[in-house]
């Protein structure tokens, strides 16, 4: 009985009689959710576009955060070292549209992805070879002071990552919907073989496809890598994205956002009012619960395409 | 066929007596020491100052004294990422290598000495787990093979209480304070927690153990529990990015960082630095000093980097784990130098490595020989004591640098030893193994 009352009836009791606190864990949710986004939105832009899952998007974001702070390190000013980084991204989307994707065309998805697989491992020994494995600190002058709001806690760095989040969204959203790459993005998602007879360039979409998801991991490398420094461990933070895509699906731009927030909250919500009865450290495990039972009800996630196959 | 066999005799005769065959015993004999570094992965930014350390020491006594006593240390490096699994494999590898095989391991990870433990006894190569590994190997009746001197998880833990009093204004001013304990959600981390809990109903203090999930990356929930809490002390056994992590969530809830103090794995440079302003203030034991100013360090730079600076500080040298490699590289030659006094001045093998670790007596005055008189404390270990149970520092980043700000904090033996046999019969139970009798 004390037991059921513990699960059932305390944290709820708790979160009645302390609703400034509960107001603090959400919102620090979300916004924690928005950094899980940034990291998700990479691979849903591979995946739209070719239908291949991406496993070394984390890696990704490690080399990207990697190269923007080895530049900085030489003493490149941070706007020109941005730049450079965002070129280097592109000419990796080349060279991996050039070197691993062409020889590939026409295999199966689970082809391209291990070739992701092994992409995750040269660009991590790359990385480390050119830059080291050394933690490095970034800095590009994001502030990070925390400020009282009304009595809550909140803290500018987290602000600043959901405003950056935002942005990223729509001018991905504006990208898609409203220029003639985008139209022809989506076209290529829909199908390939229909895109590829009405003239679009399968490979000019790839290479496009794969520089926007490396820029985009660019960001997250930059607001990770600012919360932690500079680290092999950031590649880790995929881990983090893929409940994230499980439960908003992978082809959806809002759905990782969504998804984030909805991963975001609940793993902090868990954590703090359910964690200390078994123990603590649930959020990691809790994400893709949660992901699983959005599963049950919608296998294609929240705002995934619903795959139809006609026997 | 008699003839093919008188030809083979002779040809056998011919070879031994040209001294082909007795060419490797007539070999220079060399003291091999097997190093287990991750200088990759997630923990590279901890394993290179170590991996730096232990190469630098034995490169600076092979020049600076021709070796131990005249005998060439040599060592390999395997990298294990700091990956159990690999750090098996990497002792598998350098266990047979050397005159006499390797002279003790250095696993630097809990989780390999834990591997290693079983093995240990077996290979005869003995396990130097300088504070870290398992805590009751310092009741050597049980651990006759593990060493884990100067001082071990649960010493520090009751250090750290000891502190705290200090600052507090005393042992009875501990009641009613409340203390958190954030640690990485592993063996390692999981240590200090039983010796925190019975201090904890000694001295009336109320503890918090919040567990941070494998990397450490993300941890708000954590700290937002901390901030709720507001404990009056937080103690932290992290490591890797768990640890910048955490000073830098603990700085935006606004905890006070002279209040936030991280266990010796959780005060290293690179800790700290990512972190920038947010970690000034932040506190961490140490076993040793920091920075440069001891007689080592100047053979160090003289010997192995002809007195290039710079090109020394490029590999971390006067780092916190830097300096700890140094510490531990030079206990383990030590105990070879402690061996080879009672069978002579030549390559040991591990059983006799290990009778001088077990004989280790470090003086103040052989610290000073050793250029380290004042960077750490005088160690005895014996048949029993595996441990020595000695004191620890605290240090504090000033933005800049590691300084010093307490005086030896001695650790709370009467209440750590009795959980050590405890534990340690435990195992032995567990274990079929028969303690043996230290006198």
Request: glycine residues 10%.
């Amino acid at each position: 009985m004390e037991m059921l009352h513990a699960f059932f009836v305390a944290p709820f009791q708790e979160m009645w009689e302390f609703p400034l606190f509960l107001a603090e864990v959400v919102i620090n949710g979300l916004l924690t959710g928005v950094m899980y986004s940034l990291v998700a939105l990479g691979f849903v832009l591979i995946f739209k576009a070719s239908g291949v899952f991406n496993f070394a998007q984390g890696v990704m974001v490690l080399f990207a955060a990697l190269t923007l702070v080895g530049l900085m390190e030489k003493g490149v000013p941070v706007w020109l070292a941005l730049i450079l980084t965002m070129v280097v991204m592109v000419a990796l989307a080349f060279a991996v549209e050039r070197f691993m994707l062409r020889p590939l065309v026409n295999q199966e998805h689970i082809i391209l992805f291990m070739a992701t697989i092994g992409l995750t491992y040269f660009l991590e020994g790359f990385g480390e070879t050119l830059w080291g494995s050394n933690v490095k600190p970034l800095d590009v002058g994001i502030p990070s002071a925390s400020f009282d709001f009304h009595g809550l806690l909140l803290n500018e760095f987290d602000l600043f990552a959901a405003g950056i989040g935002a942005a990223l969204v729509a001018g991905l959203a504006i990208f898609f919907h409203k220029t003639p790459v985008g139209r022809a993005l989506r076209a290529v998602a829909d199908d390939h073989q229909a895109a590829m007879s009405v003239g679009i360039p399968l490979r000019t979409i790839w290479i496009i496809v794969w520089s926007v998801a490396g820029i985009v991991a660019m960001v997250a490398g930059i607001m990770w890598g600012a919360k932690s420094g500079v680290q092999f461990s950031l590649s880790l933070i995929a881990l983090k994205a893929l409940p994230v895509l499980i439960l908003g699906g992978f082809t959806s731009v809002p759905g990782a956002i969504i998804g984030g927030l909805i991963i975001g909250v609940g793993e902090k919500v868990a954590e703090i009012y359910w964690g200390p009865l078994v123990g603590g450290a649930i959020e990691n495990w809790f994400a893709y619960v949660l992901a699983l039972v959005f599963l049950f009800f919608r296998p294609q996630g929240l705002f995934g395409e619903r795959i139809i196959e006609r026997v | 066929m008699k003839i093919k066999k008188l030809v083979l005799s002779l040809l056998g005769a011919t070879v031994a007596a040209s001294g082909i065959l007795a060419a490797p015993a007539m070999a220079a004999e060399e003291q091999f020491f097997p190093m287990l570094v991750y200088r990759t992965g997630p923990y590279a930014p901890s394993g290179i100052p170590v991996a730096n350390g232990f190469r630098d020491y034995y490169t600076m006594l092979n020049k600076r004294d021709g070796g131990i006593n005249g005998v060439m240390v040599t060592f390999e490096e395997c990298e294990t990422q700091y990956n159990t699994k690999l750090g098996v494999e990497c002792y598998e590898k350098l266990k047979g290598k050397g005159t006499h095989g390797a002279t003790l391991v250095n696993p630097f990870s809990t989780g390999i000495t834990y591997q290693l433990i079983p093995k240990a006894p077996v290979d005869k190569v003995p396990i130097l787990s300088m504070g870290y590994g398992r805590t009751a190997a310092a009741d050597g009746s049980v651990f006759q093979w593990i060493y884990n001197f100067p001082t071990t998880y649960w010493s520090q833990a009751s250090a750290f209480i000891n502190y705290v009093a200090q600052q507090e204004g005393g042992h009875d001013k501990l009641r009613g304070k409340k203390i958190a304990h954030v640690y990485h959600n592993s063996a390692y981390g999981k240590e200090a927690n039983p010796t925190l809990g019975v201090l904890a109903e000694k001295y009336g203090y109320k503890l918090t153990l919040l567990a941070v999930d494998h990397p450490g990356q993300e941890q708000k929930a954590t700290w937002l529990q901390i901030r709720k809490l507001r404990p009056d002390w937080v103690f932290m056994s992290g490591w890797g990015v768990m640890n910048q992590v955490a000073v830098k969530e603990a700085a935006a809830v606004n905890y006070p960082m002279d209040r936030f103090v991280g266990n010796w794995w959780s005060g290293s440079d690179a800790d700290v630095i990512p972190a920038g302003k947010a970690s000034k203030g932040y506190k961490s034991a140490a076993l040793h000093h920091p920075g440069t100013k001891f007689r080592v360090h100047d053979d160090i730079l003289q010997y192995v980097y002809n007195g290039d600076t710079e090109e020394a500080k490029k590999n971390n040298f006067g780092e916190v784990l830097y300096n700890r490699a140094v510490l531990n590289a030079m206990f383990g030659s030590e105990a070879v130098r402690t061996a080879q006094a009672k069978f002579g001045k030549k390559a040991m093998t591990g059983e006799q490595v290990r009778w001088g670790l077990e004989n280790l007596n470090l003086t103040e005055q052989r610290l000073d020989e050793l250029g380290m008189n004042g960077f750490t404390r005088p160690v005895k270990i014996s048949c029993s004591d595996h441990e020595s149970g000695g004191p620890i520092l605290i240090q504090q980043w000033d933005g800049q640098k590691w300084n010093i700000v307490s005086d030896w904090i001695p650790t709370m033996r009467d209440v750590v030893r009795p959980m050590i046999e405890k534990a340690a019969s435990e195992y032995a139970k567990e274990n079929n193994i028969t303690p043996r009798n230290c006198g």
